[in-house]
């Protein structure tokens, strides 16, 4: 599992440093191609907008379009890791919806399970197992993402991976 996971590690942090110098080309990594995908919250990286501050309002557009994007890319879920100091940063100023982020994606016809995960912490077992079952039962393709996609997102997508698949991550 480690291999898998270092190998989603590094996918998404190639992207994010794409995202920071404004190169949106790429947005997500298929840890399980075509079921199960991974990427940062919307715009952690933008090179205007990102970092750990709150959305604002002359950023509301860049979420809608980037959740725009990800049906685009056809995906029906989302399993979101972001714990309780994060998922705020889509309320208030940028108003995309009177529950933040998920009512948002609910709004757009997205599948949405959510499981509060501690930033900067692996997440444990239970939670993991917790969260294979949500991806069990939500349609495909998924969408899994914590903050910047480190250190919640890439371990539970390499657990997923070695409970569902024979082999690592499919290459981009």
Not at 10 to 32: C, H, K, M, T, Y
Not at 80 to 104: I, N, V
Not at 139 to 167: E, N
Request: charged residues 25%.
């Amino acid at each position: 599992m480690d291999c898998i996971e270092r190998h989603i590690r590094e996918e998404l942090e190639r992207i994010r440093e794409q995202l920071r110098s404004g190169d949106d080309r790429e947005v997500l990594v298929w840890a399980i191609e075509g079921e199960l995908a991974c990427s940062q919250r919307p715009w952690r990286d933008h090179p205007q907008f990102g970092g750990r501050q709150r959305v604002p309002p002359g950023a509301k557009h860049l979420v809608i379009a980037w959740v725009e994007r990800m049906l685009d890319l056809g995906i029906r879920s989302v399993i979101c890791l972001l714990d309780t100091q994060q998922l705020p940063h889509y309320y208030g100023a940028c108003q995309l919806h009177e529950e933040g982020l998920l009512g948002y994606y609910r709004a757009r016809g997205l599948r949405v399970r959510r499981f509060s995960m501690t930033d900067y912490q692996r997440p444990n077992q239970n939670r993991m197992q917790e969260v294979l079952g949500a991806f069990r039962e939500l349609p495909k393709p998924v969408l899994l993402h914590c903050s910047a996609s480190i250190d919640r997102t890439a371990p539970v997508a390499a657990f997923i991976v070695s409970q569902t698949c024979c082999g690592p991550p499919f290459p981009r």
